[in-house]
Each structure stands twice: as structure tokens, then as C-alpha cells.
């Protein structure tokens, strides 16, 4: 997802609303505002009108949103990717915030065409004059390239092909990276990823890479890569299993945050972390009421084998806090629950630091990357103490399913005021501006903003 070099022969695009168009058609060459009103145009937001200025230059009038500001989306310039016909574009009068309209505009052209030719040829868009290009163009291909990895289904896009695609990134800009398969898990004390990958096909593994100076920020990412679930013996209806392809939304949502990070030469002691598994059925899957000792020491009895994410998540979260990083995030497609409390839209997030929180919070609203701080309720983490065992994966109770999956995470962190995580949906569940429909990448701007910032107040001070 590209913008093109500025041309003053693409045609220009003005942003009017509904209240200050009257006032602006008065000032329109008579031939365009005749044809505004021949045509019906009244600015209404979404609406086009394609005239010619007092040049005989054609023109587009778009219809922005109006004036109150709750009422506005920051991404609804992103319909002109989806209105306009093909041909060169650039912004005119009107536009607010000309970079975030240009990668409103770039996230909405977005199409997944690995199986099938795109219908339309997508129209293309000048760069805005004063805005920086290449840091648009990186976002925007960071997010196409976690947007591919979701929607690409399993048949190609299995354990073997996630873990590839993520050395590939790391081997692009030089990382050290390394890679463990299968029993060599258990050899290096990863066995409840093990445990749930060892009934599939292919084997369970962890993808490990690290970039960047020694004397950088040290941030530490973690996703989840549950290629599909099937939910293990504890299986899925079919209706609940049918977007289980997206479940390894953790792992390309942190490609993704990596991705912007390593190509915007950010200073930074990046290392990812991807335990990679498919949860599936045979005659070794994990069973319910098994009962495993984590990398951590922590023994977990299965309460159900459909709370798989959180168990691979605790062996490389362990691990992470084995060298203690700045900020440790996880990301993870794990619970039904947030999406009942939250809906498909808002992540829910958790940390054990309020100044966090408040600075995650202020970054998704300054990018349009929208998530909500959920509590780490100290009062129900006695629900996961196990009877037989240190813990288990689940509660007995229907109740607080996001927030006693974040408490589980939380045994497992060395250091809660430097973690946070997300439990992300990935996926649109219908087109709107900025977000077409199918997989989506979440929380990984704001991230991105919040990180570079954390990196330069570091390298700032004396």
C-alpha cells in the first residue's frame, strides 16, 4: 500500500459538510453550482459530486462528517478508496488531519487477493504535501502485511508457514532469530506448549528473535499463534469454530507492531516471542483434568482444552520475564467474553500500572486504534487455585471470562507494571472506513506510537 509522488494534475478532492455547504456553493462558478443542484448534492456525509472548478479542471466534493466532534469517525476519509473510480487523487480544501485521512485512505484499499482478482482497480492517492510519507506507507503495510497472515486460511497458513513468515521478517532486517520444534520443547522447558500443539499434524514450536542495540529500550513482544482450534476434545460447535483460522491474530498482530518497529529503524532492543501450535484432536491431544508443570514450576490441571491460548502464553511469558524487559506485551485472540463486553472493535487491555494504562489510553485516541482498560480483580484470582494443583486454565463460574484469563497471564509475569495485555478480537466483521471486512490488526498502532516515544524520552536524558 503505497501513495503516489504529488501531482498538481490529480484531481483534487474538497471536504465539505452539510452545514457550511450552502455558504460554499454561493461561491462556486455557475456551471458547478448548477449542477450541484441538478444533481441533489448536499454535502451529506459520504456523498460525492464530481464538477468542474473555475478552471474546467474536474473536481471532487466529498461529504465529510459535521462539525460535532463525537459524531466524527477519523478514519471516514477512508471511503473515497471504496467510492472513488480509478485514477490519481489528491487532497484539496478541507481535509483536518491530512495524515491520518492518507492512511485512512491506504487501510481502506486494502484487499486480499491471494485467492481471487480484486473486482475493481483501487483509485490512488498523492501523498499530502508536509506529512511523512514513508511513516504512513510503514504503518499501512505493516497492518496489510498482519491483515494477510489472519485471513489466510490454514491449509496455508499452518505452524510451519506462521513461523516462516515470522524468521522471514526477522531475517530482513538482520535479527538473531532460532526456532524450537516438536519434543525439542520439552528438551528446553516449554511443555505446556507442547502439550497443546503435540496433536497436530504439525508440530508445536516457538519462534524466538531479538534486533536491535544492546543499550536500546528493551520491549519484549508475545502473540498468540493458535494457527486454528478446534477447541482439543473439548470441541467446538461448527458455529464457533468457523473463524478459527483467525486465532493466531496474537502472533500477526505482534508481527505487525514488529514490523513497524524494525523498518522505522526505531531504537529499540526489540525480541519477539511466538509459541505456534495448532490445537487439534488425536489420539495425543492434552486431555481435560491432565495436569502439566509450566516453564514457570507453576503445576496447571486442564479444566478445559478449549483455554489453550492462555496455556502456551504462560510458558513464553515465563520465559520473557526470565530477562526482565521495559514493557512486555502479549496479544492474543483468547476469550469470547471480551468480545460480549466489548464487542468486535475495542480490545479490551490489562496492566498492573496505572501510568501505562493512561499513556495506552492516550496513544489509541491520538491514532484511532480504540481499547479499554479492563481490571485485574485481584478477588477473583483465588477462582484459578487448583485443588490437586498450583492453578487451573479456567474458573468453574460463567463469570469474568476476559478478566480471569489476564489474571491467569498475570501468574506468569515477572514484573505486572511492566506488562500489558490485550485480548483482541482481529477480525471486521463488516466493511467500514479504514477497516475492510475480515482480518484486522489491533492495538499494534498505538503501540507503535507509544514505544517510539518511551525509546526517544530514553536516548533524551543525560
Excluded at 535479527?175 to 505446556?192: C, H, M, Q, S, Y
Excluded at 508475545?222 to 473463524?243: H, N, Q, R
Aim: aromatic share 8%; proline share 8%; glycine share 8%.
Amino acid at each position: 500500500m503505497k501513495l503516489e509522488d504529488w501531482s498538481p494534475e490529480a484531481t483534487a478532492i474538497d471536504f465539505v459538510n452539510k452545514e457550511d455547504w450552502p455558504e460554499r456553493r454561493a461561491k462556486l462558478p455557475e456551471p458547478t453550482a448548477r449542477l450541484a443542484e441538478l444533481s441533489g448534492f448536499e454535502a451529506k456525509p459520504g456523498s460525492l459530486l464530481f464538477a468542474p472548478d473555475a478552471d474546467g479542471a474536474p473536481r471532487v466534493y466529498f461529504g465529510a462528517e459535521g462539525r460535532a466532534p463525537k459524531a466524527r469517525d477519523p478514519f471516514f476519509a477512508g471511503k473515497l478508496a471504496t467510492a472513488l473510480p480509478k485514477g490519481l487523487y489528491r487532497f484539496g480544501d478541507g481535509v483536518d488531519a491530512p495524515a491520518q485521512a492518507a492512511l485512512a485512505f491506504l487501510l481502506s484499499t486494502y484487499s486480499f487477493t491471494c485467492y481471487k482478482a480484486p473486482k475493481r482497480e483501487a483509485p490512488r492517492l498523492c501523498a499530502p504535501q508536509g506529512v511523512d510519507r514513508a511513516r504512513i506507507e510503514r504503518i499501512a503495510g505493516a497492518v496489510g502485511l498482519g491483515r494477510d497472515l489472519v485471513n489466510t486460511p490454514t491449509n496455508d497458513m499452518g505452524p510451519e508457514a506462521l513461523a516462516e513468515a515470522a524468521l522471514a521478517l526477522g531475517a530482513k532486517h538482520g535479527a538473531k532469530t532460532r526456532v524450537i520444534v516438536g519434543d525439542a520443547l520439552l528438551a528446553e522447558n516449554f511443555p505446556l506448549i507442547h502439550a497443546v500443539g503435540r496433536a497436530a499434524a504439525q508440530a508445536p514450536r516457538l519462534v524466538e528473535f531479538e534486533h536491535g542495540p544492546d543499550d536500546g529500550l528493551r520491549v519484549t513482544l508475545v502473540g498468540k499463534g493458535v494457527c486454528f482450534d478446534t477447541g482439543g476434545l473439548d470441541i467446538k460447535p461448527s458455529s464457533a469454530m468457523a473463524l478459527m483460522k483467525k486465532d493466531m491474530g496474537g502472533a500477526a498482530t505482534t508481527l505487525s507492531l514488529a514490523a513497524m518497529l524494525l523498518e522505522g529503524n526505531a531504537p529499540v532492543r526489540l525480541r519477539v516471542l511466538l509459541p505456534i501450535v495448532e490445537n487439534s484432536i488425536s489420539a495425543s491431544a492434552f486431555r481435560t483434568s491432565d495436569i502439566y508443570r509450566s516453564r514457570k514450576g507453576l503445576s496447571v490441571e486442564i479444566g478445559n482444552t478449549d483455554a489453550e491460548g492462555r496455556l502456551i502464553l504462560a510458558d513464553a511469558l515465563a520465559y520473557a520475564s526470565e530477562t526482565p524487559p521495559d514493557l512486555l506485551f502479549d496479544f492474543a485472540t483468547l476469550t469470547g467474553a471480551a468480545r460480549v463486553a466489548l464487542g468486535p472493535e475495542i480490545p479490551p487491555f490489562y496492566t498492573g500500572d496505572d501510568a501505562l494504562a493512561q499513556e495506552i489510553a492516550r496513544q489509541a485516541g491520538a491514532v484511532n486504534d480504540p481499547v479499554w482498560r479492563m481490571p485485574l480483580w485481584d478477588s477473583y484470582d483465588s477462582g484459578l487455585d487448583g485443588k490437586i494443583s498450583d492453578l487451573v486454565n479456567v474458573t468453574s463460574g460463567p463469570f469474568a471470562g476476559s478478566i480471569t484469563a489476564a489474571l491467569f497471564l498475570r501468574r506468569f509475569v515477572a514484573d505486572p507494571k511492566r506488562w500489558a495485555h490485550f485480548d483482541v478480537y482481529c477480525w471486521n466483521p463488516s466493511t467500514k472506513p479504514g477497516r475492510p471486512e475480515g482480518g484486522e490488526v489491533q492495538a499494534a498502532r498505538l503501540l507503535y506510537e507509544l514505544i517510539e516515544a518511551r525509546a526517544e524520552q530514553r536516548n533524551a536524558k543525560p
